[in-house]
């Protein structure tokens, strides 16, 4: 099963910039799709971006499109989150998650990293 590490959080100003990785372990990676969830305080967790496993399809929510950029480099095993023009709104722990199947509606995940917390100040 594949394991996930999130790394890149931290505190911004609004209009920053800030890029999430994701490292995975295990031979499979390009097996799965990949996705960012994030929770901000007080509410449910929400999808935010996903990446098939060649990295061919991407889809993102309504709320980050045009601002977010979901990559991916399988020989590195790692997903990017590429985040511009951050948004106070955008507080929140990210994390990333790798599944048989990810969309915006409805996910299969095979497991789920730790976590890494964006904070942005208005």
């Known amino acids: 099963q594949v394991q996930l590490v999130e790394s890149g959080g931290g505190l911004v100003q609004a209009g920053d910039s800030l890029r999430l990785s994701c490292a995975a372990s295990?031979?499979?990676?390009?097996?799965?799709?990949m996705g960012w969830f994030r929770q901000a305080p007080g509410k449910e967790r929400e999808f935010v971006a996903c990446?098939?496993?060649?990295?061919?399809?991407?889809d993102y929510a309504d709320s980050v499109k045009g601002r977010f950029t979901i990559s991916r480099d399988n020989a590195k095993n790692t997903v990017y989150l590429q985040m511009n023009s951050l948004k106070p709104e955008d507080t929140a722990v990210y994390s990333c998650?790798?599944?048989?199947?990810?969309?915006?509606?409805?996910?299969?995940?095979?497991?789920w990293g730790q976590g890494t917390l964006v904070t942005v100040s208005s």
């Open positions: 295990g031979r499979t990676f390009s097996r799965y799709a």
């Open positions: 990446i098939s496993g060649s990295g061919a399809y991407t």
């Open positions: 998650a790798a599944g048989w199947t990810i969309t915006a509606t409805s996910s299969s995940i095979a497991n």
